[in-house]
């Protein structure tokens, strides 16, 4: 959707990952521990940060990382080394949040966290597809709703703290300036088959003759779709997408502009039930299988979203008090971090915490030297 304006929260979108299908993949994980298990049984689990009240652990970041550089690599990026501590800050500015918290805001959080859930259960079409995705960024589906019931219950307190508030007549105009974000463009709903031509882990070419057996085998699997067979089963038995093979191949829902553009225009093209030639994209060999489209749509003020089941007029109230909590937060954050005498214990840390810092302060005042008016 076109919809910027309701993206899950940062945890849970750091550990989505595109499937097979659109982008490259991140490596799966060890099946007999994840990442964060391995450098724990390695290097201990030290504690890095301390306050009054709660202290956090190197799992603790190492667990938030993996499903963000897990979602970059996907994307063909790397994330720089100052991420670690811009994560690091967030986690302590949850952590801190959290010993402000009242019954009030862990009831709102914790009604916030299963709303994020269930929307992201609806995005990847069953608990299923849902645990795999996780367990490939080495996380379960437990952690994941602890960490978001965190992440929300935070937010709480921080609104009823700094009263934030937003009115109906406010939320209206943020709604007329910004109509163009509640459009819905056309969306494709398809099954697809995917035999790889590269390595899932390396990214390098297969080899000449086990890409040529490779087409083979996508020449007589659509041969037999033509014939009749159930495309859902074979997609179960031969697709080498592990993100949609257990549903038969079905994908979620997508616009244009999320997927390769061969898969794009192949799935655009389609009528409802067609079954394509088989296309050529980076990631090997693929057969579509449409089920519907959905066409293009304009949400009014009032209507509800059903992707995130909440109405346009409750996202533009959410957006207008993120707004309000960026201006507000930041020395509201610096004084109960002074409050709960939080410290990064971690020397390596610290010192690029500091250094990250350092250069922002430098930057900012650079530019109100160059901007007086400022």
């Known amino acids: 959707m076109k919809l910027k304006l309701i993206l899950s929260a940062a945890l849970m979108a750091g550990v989505i990952s595109s499937t097979a299908a659109t982008q490259p993949a991140a490596a799966p994980a060890s099946t007999n521990s994840s990442p964060e298990a391995t450098m724990k049984a390695l290097f201990g689990d030290p504690v890095i940060v301390k306050g009054k009240g709660f202290e956090i652990k190197q799992s603790d970041l190492d667990e938030v990382l993996t499903g963000a550089k897990a979602n970059a690599a996907a994307q063909g990026q790397q994330l720089p080394p100052e991420f670690s501590v811009a994560i690091l800050n967030q986690l302590i500015t949850i952590q801190s949040l959290l010993q402000k918290a009242t019954p009030a805001d862990r009831a709102v959080g914790d009604a916030e966290a299963n709303t994020q859930y269930t929307n992201l259960l609806k995005r990847f079409g069953s608990p299923e597809a849902f645990q795999r995705q996780?367990?490939?960024?080495?996380?379960?589906?437990?952690?994941?709703?602890?960490?978001?019931a965190q992440e929300a219950v935070a937010k709480a307190t921080l609104k009823r703290e700094l009263n934030i508030a937003v009115s109906d007549e406010?939320?209206?105009?943020?709604?007329?300036?910004?109509?163009?974000d509640f459009e819905q463009p056309e969306m494709a709903h398809v099954r697809h088959i995917l035999l790889m031509t590269v390595d899932p882990a390396t990214r390098t070419s297969l080899s000449t003759n086990t890409v040529a057996a490779k087409r083979k085998q996508a020449d007589d699997l659509l041969k037999q779709i033509r014939g009749g067979a159930d495309f859902a089963k074979l997609a179960k038995d031969f697709s080498e997408d592990p993100g949609s093979k257990a549903n038969g191949g079905e994908l979620p829902e997508f616009p244009r502009g999320q997927m390769v553009p061969e898969f794009e225009s192949t799935a655009f093209s389609m009528t409802n039930n067609q079954v394509s030639d088989v296309i050529t994209t980076q990631f090997g060999y693929h057969i579509l299988k449409m089920i519907d489209k959905t066409a293009a749509k304009k949400f009014a003020f009032s209507d509800m979203l059903p992707q995130v089941n909440k109405t346009v007029a409750e996202i533009c109230k959410a957006e207008l008090e993120s707004e309000q909590i960026?201006?507000?937060?930041?020395?509201?954050?610096?004084?109960?971090?002074?409050?709960?005498?939080?410290?990064?214990?971690?020397?390596?840390l610290k010192a690029l915490d500091e250094s990250v810092r350092s250069q922002a302060e430098a930057s900012s005042t650079n530019a109100a030297a160059a901007d007086p008016a400022k």
Not at 134 to 148: C, F, H, I, P, Y
Not at 170 to 179: G, N, P, Q
């Open 170 to 180: 406010s939320a209206k105009a943020f709604y007329a300036k910004h109509a163009a």
């Open 326 to 348: 960026k201006e507000r937060a930041p020395g509201y954050v610096k004084k109960i971090r002074d409050e709960l005498q939080v410290e990064i214990v971690d020397p390596a």
């Open 134 to 148: 996780l367990k490939a960024v080495g996380m379960t589906v437990e952690d994941l709703r602890n960490k978001a």
